[in-house]
T-cell receptor, first 115, second 116 residues
Framework: AQKITQTQPGMFVQEKEAVTLDCTYD???????LFWYKQPSSGEMIFLIY??????QNATEGRYSLNFQKARKSANLVISASQLGDSAMYFC????????????FGGGTRVLVKP | GAGVSQSPSNKVTEKGKDVELRCDPI?????LYWYRQSLGQGLEFLIY????????KSGLPSDRFSAERTGGSVSTLTIQRTQQEDSAVYLC??????????????FGNGTRLTVT
């Protein structure tokens, strides 16, 4: 069975510093996609970044980058130059070819950016 | 609007009553998903639709839960004889392509259901 693990329930980061959010996964399916979502206190789920299992390069989207280590089955999110508005819950999620694009989510990491 | 729309945004109901939650996906998105998020928890998959059919209902917690989709667009999630453990935020999402594992899901703002 597929499983997503986020080991950091919560963390503080100083404004303007970078923060890394950990995500590990377990699957036997060679074809999969990895996603990160942000959920502010307002409750909306905001898509941040995507990495495919066959992608050779790490994905980047503005201040977000994904440190994809396929052999270790990890897909850590790096947020550079943290801003107060980055305070939110962050969810790692993945889809598997065998399951179409039904997302399986990790438990989330709460990030609080300090001024 | 351009995004996924859910209504109502909040619903308070008495235990034992039936409720209907509505989702209007992004225009042109063929796949529609329902998730549930309990307080402080991650997202739990309930059901997804491709067009009007539901190939995967594996996440529905009990037979009190049902969902339908009509015209390949709007979906309703119905909970019969609500229980207090049904209290949660129900999130709907849509995506452009089902069966393509690199198509991100776009979520609505959810319906917060409280069963008293």
């Amino acid at each position: 069975a597929q499983k997503i693990t986020q080991t950091q329930p919560g963390m503080f980061v100083q404004e303007k510093e970078a923060v890394t959010l950990d995500c590990t996964y377990d699957t036997s399916d060679p074809s999969y996609g990895l996603f990160w979502y942000k959920q502010p206190s307002s409750g909306e789920m905001i898509f941040l970044i995507y990495q495919g299992s066959y992608d050779q390069q790490n994905a980047t989207e503005g201040r977000y980058s994904l440190n994809f280590q396929k052999a270790r089955k990890s897909a850590n999110l790096v947020i550079s130059a943290s801003q107060l508005g980055d305070s939110a819950m962050y969810f790692c999620a993945m889809t598997f070819k065998a399951a179409g694009n039904k997302l399986t989510f990790g438990g989330g990491t709460r990030v609080l950016v300090k001024p | 609007g351009a995004g996924v729309s859910q209504s109502p945004s909040n619903k308070v109901t008495e235990k034992g009553k039936d409720v209907e939650l509505r989702c209007d996906p992004i225009s042109g998105h063929t796949a529609l998903y329902w998730y549930r998020q309990s307080l402080g928890q991650g997202l739990e998959f309930l059901i997804y639709f491709q067009g009007n059919s539901a190939p995967d209902k594996s996440g529905l917690p009990s037979d009190r839960f049902s969902a339908e989709r009509t015209g390949g667009s709007v979906s309703t999630l119905t909970i019969q004889r609500t229980q207090q453990e049904d209290s949660a935020v129900y999130l709907c999402a849509s995506s452009f392509r089902q069966g393509s594992y690199n198509s991100p899901l776009h979520f609505g703002n959810g319906t917060r259901l409280t069963v008293t």
